[in-house]
């Protein structure tokens, strides 16, 4: 069965720190890759996509993730986080010729303290 | 666009009641998802539709837990009876399906519902 894993459950950076937040998923086949924020009381935003073409994909608010196809993994990452960023961060895949489900991993809270 | 649409945002209701919650999708999305978020559990998908035809609903709690879709504008999520385990913020979302690919979901506010 597919599944999603984000390891890291909770994340505390200061403001302007590097961000990394990690993804891995389980499936052998061609995918599509999400990376979903909540803001606190909100409802799941798409920060960015991929599909196919270009693994280097960047997304709104200075977002990128790489999809690195050899690792199964898709990592958020942004150079100087910012306060406003503080939120959960959702990782998720769909498979191509499959259902339309979203498989989601269990989210990553990151925490950034001014 | 007004993205999706869901009614109530918040609901309280008593232990036993009968609770319906409404969500319209986008206009010319074929792909329709509930999910339940939780503390505990986080987010949980409970069912979906594609073309008004429920896919998978294996996310369904118990069977106190139904969904509808009569047309392309519209979805029901109702349970009943509710309890207070069933406490959570309900989601809907949207997507268009294109041909065999799976491609982003919209979601709507949530509905927050609190059983008594």
């Known amino acids: 069965a597919q599944s999603v894993s984000q390891h890291n459950h909770h994340v505390i950076l200061s403001e302007a720190a590097s961000l990394e937040l990690g993804c891995n998923y389980s499936y052998g086949g061609t995918v599509n890759l999400f990376w979903y924020v909540q803001y606190p009381g909100q409802h799941l935003q798409l920060l960015l996509k991929?599909?196919?073409?270009?693994?280097l994909v960047k997304g709104i608010k200075g977002f990128e993730a790489e999809f690195i196809k050899s690792k199964f993994s898709f990592n958020l990452r942004k150079p100087s986080v910012q306060w406003s960023d503080t939120a959960e961060y959702f990782c998720a895949v769909t498979i191509q010729t499959g259902a339309n489900n979203l498989f989601f991993g269990t989210g990553t809270r990151l925490t950034v303290i001014p | 666009d007004a993205g999706v649409i869901q009614s109530p945002r918040h609901e309280v209701t008593e232990m036993g009641q009968e609770v319906t919650l409404r969500c319209k999708p986008i206009?010319?999305?074929?792909?329709l998802f509930w999910y339940r978020q939780t503390m505990m559990r986080g987010l949980e998908l409970l069912i979906y539709?594609?073309?008004?035809?429920?896919?998978?609903d294996s996310g369904m709690p118990e069977d106190r837990f139904s969904a509808k879709m009569p047309n392309a504008s519209f979805s029901t999520l109702k349970i009943q009876p509710s309890e207070p385990r069933d406490s959570a913020v309900y989601f809907c979302?949207?997507?268009?399906?294109?041909?065999?690919?799976?491609?982003?979901?919209?979601f709507g506010p949530g509905t927050r519902l609190t059983v008594l």
């Open positions: 206009s010319g999305h074929n792909s």
């Open positions: 991929y599909f196919s073409g270009d693994p």
């Open positions: 539709f594609n073309n008004n035809v429920p896919i998978d």
């Open positions: 979302a949207s997507s268009h399906r294109v041909g065999g690919r799976g491609n982003e979901q919209f």
